[in-house]
């Protein structure tokens, strides 16, 4: 059996490839490993087999620069698990991993967590309907194949997202039936105050003016402020209706509705690992408490990008890098000055990328109405459970999440609760009059991925085989 | 401070503690219960929820029959049904040897007046579990058998003991007890409470709690590991167990599989943290799938580790304290107590009440622990 590298780092996005690169800058073994089969991440998705053709050019300049970062990683020397599924870690650092039909495990002192955010969670009534779809789950499908939906889509939602989303499908000949903007018009003075800050970021403001000034160039309705939307149909999306702030419910035909309320750092798997977290109210999610360099409540773990908490691309790549220095410092392989001044100018650089956040966070902060759906509304896909039955629920004396969990199956489903967790814990808030923050989060059970039993079972035979 | 008084204080609230305050209230006692977490949170809320006579130790079968004849009118106990569906337990051999020990017990039973569990042949086995591997030979059948719902159960037994006047307390852990006159006097992260009669359910902890009332009681501890899948089609209706290996296969009323049968996870008592080691689930994986090939691409949804006290001869802790007045114990269950909730807690009850039981109990009493551990 050959020695297990040093880090192992889980996620190949920015924040994962610059660690990655750096680590092996300093003569560290490293194991990066993820679910798709070529480097990237969300951002920089398919760039390892993407040409010069007309998606590139549609997706843009920012994802075009993922090409030099990923192939210099590939020359560094760091061991690549790809196409690999990450469906448990232990303490001691034991990542259980599924390529293909085989698992394995890999172990090493120190896991740097780099797997990024996931959508907010955004239910309303009927977003279960097929021809409902995130933002997120279309963009995946126009990196991955160039496909853009046949018919005209409705959008509907809040965030830079969105805006890249339909200006890249324009771009691919796509077809926009209109756009439903769901960021409170009353966040725009909140944001102003926060908007001298910004400036530094001023290319990232840019750019989305550009999008916006695009948007509207091409005449597709855009409406504002628009406070609930609803999605009918009997098998399929038929209708959409959806209400601006103080208004009355409009209805319209559509074919394909792409919804999206912003992103969240994935904390599934700091939450399964008990490291402590906080609630961060300027962008309503969770994220893991962190020290200088990106390490959590739990020694040897660390965190980099979008993980621990929202900041780009950008900001995700420094903190790969800040963490990696980090990193090196513990093995052992640059002092703690040393550390110190190489961390001077990514850090610095941090800065700059987060200058433009607590604006975009004011400006795209979540309408309080997807955190409390109507009744009858389905939180929890997989268990199919109502908001209705949740507070049912919590009435009869389970305050907690966890307790909803056991009396609803609320969170039980394959998914885990990543798809209803935040709602869960917003609709005991609200009920019980406390801080999402005080509710708390579902307790994460193992695996973090759904595995089968026989690839459980065959898990015996590669131990005995170590 | 000024305590609050009643005649009874349970410590833990798993089911257990549930069964115990909610027969003292109906005997007409006063009574609060103090969880130091949530209700359930530990073995009850983990629990397979396997309700068995099949295959259990010879000192517990009167107990255990008593308590499958309450099973069959639980809802008379507690207003629910529990989730209780009496599909029979399958204990299997998958070998000659394995069929031989099945009929040994057999025997033994018979000859004691016992006739609750039967041999089946292959044939048989086959008509209970269509999609058992071939090579399994027969098994003991316990047809009256079945398996509950446990947060179904929990419920009930909370509702139930709420309605009959119990006091719950949630995140109300014991800091200290101590003796007052005629009385004990707790204190609690949520006050102080006061009473002659105190009862010790504590799961887990149940030996910290013994020892604060002066009862030195050895104990080890389980983290039995349980996995459920994602729903699937009906693969088995009856309980399964092995008799070579450790298993306990059930398929809910929603469809998921849910497998256990004692593998063990890791802990952390003073953490209050049971974590699942997949290196060995390995194990009841492997066991599951090849006694039914047909679940090999069922994915694992959820598995989860609970916690609770085990003794050294497996058997529990039921019975009054030998040295502090007004001080029932039950806790030891050592992984298969579920079954035994309503009858221990009508029996702690009558102990607490009247000051003894008729219940066959001699078997459990803690002095055969204790006397291990004054004699090692």
């Known amino acids: ?466 | 401070m000024i305590a609050s008084v009643y005649d009874a204080v349970v410590i833990g609230g798993g089911l257990h503690g549930l069964s115990a305050a909610l027969h003292l209230a109906r005997g007409g006692a006063r009574v609060t219960l103090l969880e130091r977490s949530w209700l359930g949170r530990h073995a009850s809320g983990a629990s397979a929820a396997g309700v068995r006579t099949l295959g259990r130790d010879f000192a517990e079968v009167p107990l255990a029959l008593e308590a499958m004849t309450m099973w069959h009118e639980i809802s008379a106990l507690v207003g629910d049904d529990c989730g209780f569906h009496a599909h029979g337990q399958v204990r299997v051999a998958e070998n000659r040897a394995e069929l031989q020990v099945l009929e040994q017990r057999h025997s033994a039973l018979r000859s004691l007046g016992y006739d609750h569990e039967e041999i089946v042949d292959a044939r048989e086995l086959k008509r209970l579990l269509p999609h058992v591997a071939p090579h399994c030979i027969g098994a003991a059948v316990a047809r009256d058998n079945g398996a509950a719902d446990p947060h179904r159960t929990l419920r009930a037994f909370r509702r139930a003991a709420e309605a009959a006047g119990v006091t719950l307390r949630e995140n109300c852990g014991v800091e200290a007890i101590e003796r007052a006159g005629e009385c004990w006097r707790l204190r609690t992260a949520c006050g102080v409470f006061e009473a002659p009669n105190l009862v010790n359910a504590a799961g887990a902890w149940a030996g910290e709690v013994a020892a604060l009332v002066g009862d030195r009681i050895p104990l080890g501890t389980k983290a039995s590991m349980m996995i459920v899948t994602e729903r699937m089609n009906p693969l088995v209706k009856p309980v399964v167990s092995s008799v070579g290996r450790p298993l306990s296969l059930k398929q809910t009323d929603q469809g998921t599989l849910l497998i256990g049968g004692g593998v063990q996870g890791r802990f952390d008592l003073k953490k209050e943290e049971a974590t699942v080691d997949f290196a060995a689930l390995s194990k009841a994986a492997r066991t599951v799938s090849e006694l039914f090939p047909v679940v090999r691409d069922v994915r694992i949804v959820r598995a989860w580790a609970g916690l609770e006290a085990k003794t050294v001869d497996l058997l529990p802790v039921i019975g009054l304290s030998p040295n502090a007045p007004g001080v029932a114990h039950a806790f030891g269950f050592s992984g298969h107590g579920f079954q035994l909730v309503p009858v221990v807690g009508a029996a702690i009850a009558e102990l607490v009440l009247h000051g003894g039981t008729n219940r066959p109990i001699a078997a459990f009493d803690a002095r055969r622990l204790m006397a291990k551990e004054a004699a090692a």
């Open chain 1, 1 to 466: 059996m050959s020695p297990g590298p040093d880090v192992i780092i889980l996620g190949a996005g920015p924040a994962g490839m610059a660690a990655a690169t750096r680590l092996r800058d300093c003569g560290v073994a490293v194991t990066l490993i993820d679910e798709q089969p070529a480097l990237g991440g969300q951002i920089w998705r398919g760039i390892e087999t993407s040409h010069n053709g007309p998606l590139e050019n549609a997706l843009g300049k920012d994802y075009r620069a993922g090409a030099g970062p990923a192939a210099v990683l590939r020359a560094s020397g760091a061991e690549l698990r790809l196409a690999a599924q990450v469906w448990q870690i232990e303490e001691g650092w034991r990542v259980f991993v599924k390529t293909g039909d085989a698992v394995g495990m890999v172990t090493a002192p120190i896991l740097l967590l780099a797997s990024g955010a996931q959508e907010r969670p955004n239910p309303f009534p009927g977003w279960t309907l097929p021809g409902v779809v995130s933002v997120g789950g279309a963009q995946i499908m126009l990196k991955t194949s160039g496909q853009v939906p046949e018919n005209p889509v409705w959008v509907a939602g809040s965030g830079p997202l969105p805006l890249l989303y339909m200006t890249q499908l324009l771009a691919l000949g796509g077809r926009l039936a209109g756009y439903l903007d769901t960021a409170p018009r009353e966040n725009f003075s909140k944001a102003l105050p926060h908007f001298p800050a910004a400036l530094t970021g001023w290319r990232d403001l840019y750019k989305g003016a550009r999008w916006l000034w695009q948007l509207r160039r091409t005449g597709i309705p855009v409406i504002s402020d628009v406070a609930e939307i609803e999605a009918k149909g009997n098998d399929r999306l038929e209708t959409i209706a959806y209400r601006r702030r103080g208004g009355e419910w409009i209805s319209m035909p559509a074919e394909v509705l792409l919804a999206h309320e912003g992103v969240v750092p994935g904390v599934h798997f700091t939450l399964a690992l008990g490291c402590e977290h906080d609630w961060r109210d300027d962008q309503l999610c969770f994220a893991p408490r962190l020290d200088d360099w990106g390490e959590t409540s739990r020694e040897g773990l660390f965190v980099a990008g979008d993980g621990a908490g929202i900041g780009g691309a950008e900001a995700a790549r420094l903190r790969g890098e800040i963490t990696a220095i980090g990193i090196a410092r513990r093995l052992g392989k640059s002092s703690e000055s040393e550390a110190a001044r190489l961390a001077k100018s990514p850090r610095r650089e941090l800065a700059r990328a987060l200058a433009t956040r607590p604006f975009l966070d004011a400006l795209y902060r979540p309408r309080p109405e997807i955190f409390v759906p109507a009744a009858e509304t389905v939180v929890c896909r997989c268990e199919e459970v109502t908001a209705k039955q949740i507070l049912d629920a919590a009435r009869l004396g389970g305050s907690g999440p966890n307790q909803v969990k056991a009396f609803t199956r609320a969170g039980m489903g394959p998914c885990q609760g990543r798809q209803c967790g935040y709602t869960v814990s917003h609709l005991l808030a609200r009920q019980q009059d406390k801080s999402v923050g005080d509710v708390g989060f579902f307790h994460i059970r193992p695996p973090l991925k759904p595995v089968s039993l026989g690839d459980l079972a065959a898990l015996h035979v590669e131990e005995s085989a170590l």
